[in-house]
């Protein structure tokens, strides 16, 4: 019987998970237009305001897992604090929203890889099915062969992409005079409502910041390892947004619209720059969400494998792999499924693609960075350990997570914005209805989680290969 490869991951590794699947690198030289198209010049201020809420989220993730070191991670953590339905619930959640980003960051690479041919002047520009198959086929290789080597190419990629947006950073910046913009502090023209709207997809740009939760069947002391590498990656990846969105902002000369309608912001600030510049950019814009396509897929995998290995999903995608001791069948169907979506909406823009998976995958990490904000304070008041701070926290991580909710739907946004949150919330329902089914037909699956079996022991029958 094989399992995860126990104590294997080191922080640095665990960490590499975490970054890779922030995609760093993704927020200037794409996300921001999405971001500035809503909120304008108050777009750093946006950025300030997602990092404070998700550090609040990540003190409550990290108090969990801290406590709870597995592999299903939110799915446990939900199902031990307020039961196996808000469990199940989450972890269903979860699946949508590291797809969605795997999803969303297939298309951003084919993006970049296009941006790229172009800069350099090359007439032939690859087909986005093609990149899409390459994408998915490669993540699939890297992340079924070991956990150690892809954290580790996803965390040396993405190292090497941040060096490159900050040199260019400071190019634009040189450009502007080191000047204050003046507008951004002021707010010029800013409509709060919009920029509260923008809040929502300004938290895509965070949102795999817990995913090192995922490795905790495979960490060191991931007690300790997890909560660090989770507080570390959302601090770190919100200080560097907020500097690239104001230089940025400030490239564009304020223009929002401009800026809103952007499919390659740095490329358009530097274009009358070296080519090679602008090919430098979006070279490692294309390898950091290509790096975070990976680390998507791993975590979706590992919540997968979780739920397979408790009966809630077949039992098939419970198995790990004798040799590399990864979860390759819930792998393989992430990189299938995450290939088959994108080619079935590659007729459309792919600016306006990006902009909806990352909208999707956003309402998921949403309500689960909600159920933990409940959850940590409920499970430590199980525990005899809660303290005040515990519910500050608790009550704050929750309370933002719904405002975050509430400014996607109203103001109402325009279409297609107006139909993503109707849509999440009738995969939520197939969810519910799911764990309906579940209890009626098998009550003994429930037990499991109520057991918190994955702590413990593997539930009989569970298929390793």
């Known amino acids: 019987m094989f399992e995860l490869r126990k104590d294997s991951l080191s922080f640095l590794e665990t960490l590499g998970q975490s970054v890779a699947n922030v995609s760093p690198t993704l927020t200037p030289a794409l996300a921001v237009a999405v971001v500035a198209g809503m909120a304008g010049t108050a777009s750093w201020l946006v950025y300030i305001a997602a990092t404070v809420a998700l550090l609040i989220v990540g003190v409550n993730v990290g108090k969990l897992a801290k406590r709870i070191p597995c592999a299903g991670s939110f799915f446990i953590y939900v199902s031990r604090s307020l039961g196996p339905a808000y469990g199940l619930l989450a972890g269903w959640a979860m699946l949508a929203a590291y797809l969605f980003t795997a999803m969303a960051l297939t298309v951003a690479t084919s993006i970049f890889v296009k941006t790229l041919f172009t800069a350099l002047k090359i007439s032939f520009v690859p087909n986005s099915i093609v990149i899409y198959a390459i994408v998915s086929a490669l993540a699939l290789f890297l992340a079924a062969r070991d956990m150690r080597f892809s954290s580790r190419v996803s965390l040396t990629l993405e190292a090497i992409s941040v060096v490159i947006i900050l040199i260019v950073s400071v190019i634009a910046l040189s450009r502007a005079g080191f000047k204050v913009d003046t507008k951004q502090l002021s707010l010029d023209g800013v409509d709060p409502g919009k920029a509260l709207q923008a809040i929502v997809f300004a938290i895509f740009s965070y949102v795999g910041f817990e995913s090192a939760a995922t490795l905790g069947k495979e960490a060191r002391d991931p007690g300790t390892v997890i909560p660090r590498a989770i507080q570390m990656t959302a601090l770190s990846a919100g200080v560097f947004f907020v500097v690239t969105t104001y230089i940025i902002t400030q490239g564009f000369a304020d223009d929002a619209t401009k800026l809103g309608a952007s499919g390659a912001p740095l490329g358009d600030i530097l274009a009358d720059q070296n080519p090679l510049i602008v090919a430098l950019v979006y070279v490692g814009a294309a390898i950091s969400s290509f790096a975070c396509a990976l680390a998507s897929i791993n975590a979706f995998g590992r919540m997968m494998f979780s739920l397979g290995r408790y009966g809630i999903l077949h039992k098939s995608v419970g198995t790990v792999h004798q040799t590399h001791q990864t979860p390759y069948v819930a792998l393989a169907f992430a990189a299938v499924l995450n290939f088959i979506l994108v080619a079935a909406f590659s007729g459309n823009a792919e600016l306006d693609t990006f902009g909806w998976y990352g909208t999707l995958a956003s309402y998921g990490f949403i309500i689960v960075y909600g159920l933990c904000s409940v959850a940590a304070p ?88």
Not at 412 to 417: L, R
Request: glycine share 10%; with cysteine; net charge positive.
């Open 378 to 465: 409920v499970y430590l008041r199980k525990t005899g350990e809660l303290k005040t701070g515990d519910i500050v926290f608790g009550v704050l991580g929750t309370g933002l997570m719904v405002l975050s909710l509430v400014g996607s739907l109203y103001p109402v946004p325009p279409y297609p914005y107006n139909l993503l949150p109707f849509m999440f919330l009738a995969y939520m329902c197939v969810g519910a209805l799911w764990f309906f089914v579940l209890r009626a037909k098998a009550p003994r699956t429930l037990l499991h989680i109520e057991h918190d079996l994955e702590m413990a022991e593997i539930p009989a029958g569970a298929k390793v290969l």
